[in-house]
C-alpha cells in the first residue's frame, strides 16, 4: 500500500545552516511514528515543512501521494492534515467549544448570505458544527469545560484541546509537536490511551516527542534524527539499543583502559 | 430559558423599543436630534471597525476613507445622475467594499503597527484626493444640495423623520454583525486575531477571511457615509480628514473592542461629550476630552463593556460564595453548551 507519507531526501537550510539533512521518511496509513532525537536536531523543522509552514531547499513529501510544496496550509488541512504545536497555539479568547468548531472551518462553507439570513443550509450547519464539536470534546474528555475561555484551561488541558481541534475534521494524518509537554504524569498516562484511540479511528500519527517512555510505549516505529540527519529508524527495540542513537543522546562511551 | 427569563427579556426590549420610538418626541431640540443621528451614523461606522479591529485584530485607521468614498458615492450619484436614496444605498457600501478589497489584498501580509501605517496612508490619500480633485469632489466646498430620502409617502427630510430611517439601519446592520460574529465567519476573524498561523492551520483560509473583514469593515463604513450625506443634504472633504479614523478607534476601544454593544455605546458617548463639553469653551473641552480618553485606554482596555463584564463577574462570584457558604455545599456546575455571546 501507498504510505502515507513519503519524504525523500529533504534538505532545509538556514542561511548557512543545514537543519534538515537529506532525509528519508515513510508513513503508513494507520501508523504511530515517532521523530526523536536531541534538542536542535530538526524534528521540528521537518514538522513544519511537511504541514507547509516553510518551504524545502531540496527533496519532497508526497502527502496521499500528492506534493505539498506550494500549497498554502489551510488546503493541506482540507486534504486531510491537522498538527498541533510545541506550546499550545489556542485561540484564547474563544470557549473550549469554539476553538474546536474552528478546526471543522475547512469543511465546511456557510457564507455571508446565508448567515445574515439564517437561511437553513447555514444554520444547518452550524447545527452539525456544533454537535461535532460537542462529540469530540467528550472524546478527549474536555466537555464539561465547553464554555470555558480557552485561556482559562490549566497548560495540560490546553493540549489536549489542540488535539480535539485537530481531530474534529477526521484528518488522515495528525502531526503532534510534543503532546506531553506540560503535561503532569497522570495526564501523559492519559494520553497514551487517547493517542491509541485516536488510532483505532484510522487517523495515522506522526508525532516529536520527548517522552521516552510515552514514545516507547506507544510508536509503532520510530526515527531517530540528529544534527539533522537520519541516524536511525526501527521499532522501539531496535531503536533503543542501537549504538549510534545512545552516543547521540549520552555521549561517546568512555573507555577504560 | 425559563418562562421568567424570557418575560424579563421581552419586557426589556420593549421598553427599550418604546424609549427609542418616542425620543424625538422626548428630546424635541432639533439640534440634538441631529447630534443622536450623528450618533446612529458614528455607531455603523464603528461597527464596521469593530469586524477588522475588534474581531480580526487589524489595525485599520482608514475607516474615514470609506466613510468619505460612501459619502461621495452617494453625493455624486444623486447631485449628478438624480439617483435617489434607494439606489445609492444599494450603490454606496459595495463600492467602499470594492475599495476595502483594494486595501485589503496588498496589506495580506502586513501586520501590527506596519498595517496600521498602510492604512493611515490609504486614508491620507483618500483624504486628499477629496480636497484637491475640486472639479469631481467640491474640495473643501463640497458638494451641497444632496436629496431627503422618499419612502411612498414618507418623506424623511427632517432630523426626527430621518432619526427612524437611521435608527432601523443601526439595528438591522447591528443584527447582521451578531449573526456574523456567531458563525463559522465570525470564528474564523477571531481565530486570526488570537493566532494567524494556528488559524491557517486549522483550514481557515486566512489571506480570504482578512480581505472579507476589510470589504465588510468598508462596506459597513461606506454605509454610514451614505445615510450621512442623505442626512445632512451636503457633503465635503472636511468632514472625513484622518482625524475621524482616530476618533473611530477611540469610540471603539472605550466602548469595547470586539463587542457589538461595545461599538454603539463607545460611538455614541464619543459624540455627545464633547457637545457637553462645549461649555468650557476653545482648546480647553478638547484637551479635557482627549485626557479622558488617554485615561480611559490605560485603566479599562476592555472598555466600558469589559468593565461592565467584570464587574458583573465579580458580583456573580461574590453572590455564588455567599449562597455556598449559606448552604455549606458547592453547587453544581452548568455544564450545557452554548454557542456564543451576544
Known amino acids: 500500500m501507498k504510505p502515507v507519507l513519503e519524504i525523500q531526501g529533504l534538505t532545509k537550510q538556514f542561511g548557512g545552516l543545514v537543519a534538515v539533512d537529506n532525509v528519508d521518511l515513510n508513513i503508513q496509513k494507520g501508523e504511530i511514528r515517532a521523530l526523536i532525537g536531541p534538542n536542535g536536531s530538526g524534528k521540528t523543522t521537518v514538522l513544519n515543512l511537511v504541514s507547509g509552514v516553510y518551504e524545502p531547499t531540496k527533496g519532497s513529501i508526497l502527502f496521499k501521494g500528492q506534493s505539498v510544496f506550494n500549497k498554502r496550509p489551510h488546503l493541506l488541512v482540507r486534504e486531510g492534515m491537522k498538527r498541533t504545536f510545541q506550546s499550545a497555539r489556542l485561540f484564547r479568547e474563544l470557549s473550549v467549544l469554539q476553538n474546536v468548531m474552528v478546526g471543522l472551518h475547512g469543511q465546511t462553507k456557510g457564507g455571508l448570505f446565508g448567515i445574515v439570513f439564517s437561511l437553513p443550509g447555514a444554520k444547518g450547519e452550524e447545527r452539525m458544527i456544533c454537535d461535532k464539536a460537542a462529540e469530540v470534546l467528550e472524546f478527549v474528555g474536555l466537555l464539561g469545560q465547553a464554555n470555558t475561555l480557552a485561556k482559562n484551561l490549566p497548560y495540560g488541558q490546553q493540549r489536549l484541546l489542540e488535539i480535539a481541534r485537530g481531530l474534529i475534521s477526521q484528518p488522515d494524518l495528525l502531526l503532534l509537536d510534543e503532546p506531553a509537554a506540560g503535561m503532569n504524569p497522570s495526564e501523559t498516562f492519559e494520553l497514551v490511551t487517547l493517542l491509541g484511540k485516536i488510532r483505532d479511528r484510522g487517523i495515522t500519527i506522526f508525532l516529536i516527542e520527548h517522552d521516552m517512555n510515552l514514545v516507547m510505549e506507544i510508536s509503532d516505529f520510530i526515527t531517530v534524527l540528529n544534527f539533522g540527519r537520519k541516524i536511525a529508524e526501527g521499532s522501539p527495540g531496535e531503536v533503543q539499543n542501537n549504538e549510534e542513537v545512545i552516543e547521540a543522546y549520552l555521549g561517546k562511551r568512555a573507555r577504560y583502559a | ?342
Not at chain 2, 265 to 274: E, H, N, Q, R
Open chain 2, 1 to 342: 430559558m425559563s418562562l421568567k427569563k424570557l418575560s424579563v427579556k421581552i419586557s426589556f426590549y420593549l421598553a427599550m423599543a418604546i424609549v427609542l420610538a418616542s425620543l424625538p418626541s422626548l428630546i424635541r431640540s432639533n439640534y440634538w436630534i441631529g447630534t443622536v443621528n450623528l450618533a446612529i451614523i458614528y455607531s455603523i461606522a464603528v461597527l464596521g471597525l469593530n469586524i477588522i479591529l475588534g474581531l480580526t485584530g487589524q489595525l485599520n485607521i482608514a475607516q474615514a476613507a470609506f466613510w468619505g468614498i460612501g459619502a461621495y458615492t452617494a453625493a455624486l450619484l444623486n447631485t449628478r445622475l438624480g439617483w435617489p436614496f434607494w439606489a445609492t444605498f444599494l450603490v454606496a457600501p459595495p463600492t467602499a467594499a470594492a475599495f476595502g478589497v483594494i486595501l485589503g489584498f496588498p496589506t495580506l501580509k502586513l501586520s501590527g503597527r506596519y498595517l496600521a501605517l498602510a492604512t493611515l496612508g490609504f486614508g491620507i490619500i483618500i483624504s486628499l484626493i477629496a480636497h484637491n480633485w475640486k472639479e469631481f469632489t467640491g474640495g473643501v466646498d463640497g458638494i451641497p444640495g444632496i436629496t431627503s430620502p422618499v419612502l411612498g409617502p414618507l418623506k424623511f427630510s427632517t432630523n426626527a423623520s430621518f432619526y427612524y430611517l437611521a435608527l432601523v439601519c443601526l439595528i438591522l446592520l447591528a443584527l447582521a454583525q451578531i449573526k456574523i460574529k456567531n458563525s463559522r465567519m465570525g470564528r474564523a476573524f477571531q481565530a486570526i486575531k488570537d493566532n494567524e498561523l494556528a488559524a491557517e492551520l486549522s483550514g481557515v483560509n486566512t489571506f480570504k477571511y482578512r480581505v472579507i473583514a476589510f470589504a465588510l469593515c468598508s462596506a459597513y463604513g461606506g454605509m454610514a457615509g451614505q445615510l450621512f450625506a442623505h442626512g445632512t443634504k451636503y457633503v465635503s472633504a472636511e468632514t472625513f480628514f484622518v482625524d475621524m479614523s482616530i476618533l473611530f478607534i477611540c469610540m471603539l476601544m472605550i466602548g469595547g473592542a470586539g463587542s457589538i454593544a461595545g461599538s454603539i455605546i463607545g460611538a455614541s458617548l464619543l459624540t455627545f461629550i464633547p457637545e457637553w463639553l462645549r461649555f468650557l469653551q476653545g482648546p480647553w473641552a478638547m484637551a479635557i476630552f482627549g485626557l479622558a480618553i488617554i485615561i480611559i485606554m490605560i485603566f479599562m482596555p476592555g472598555g466600558l463593556v469589559g468593565l461592565a463584564s467584570f464587574i458583573g463577574s465579580k458580583i456573580a462570584m461574590h453572590l455564588r460564595r455567599s449562597i455556598q457558604a449559606g448552604t455549606g455545599r458547592t453547587t453544581s456546575r452548568d455544564v450545557g453548551v452554548s454557542k456564543g455571546t451576544e
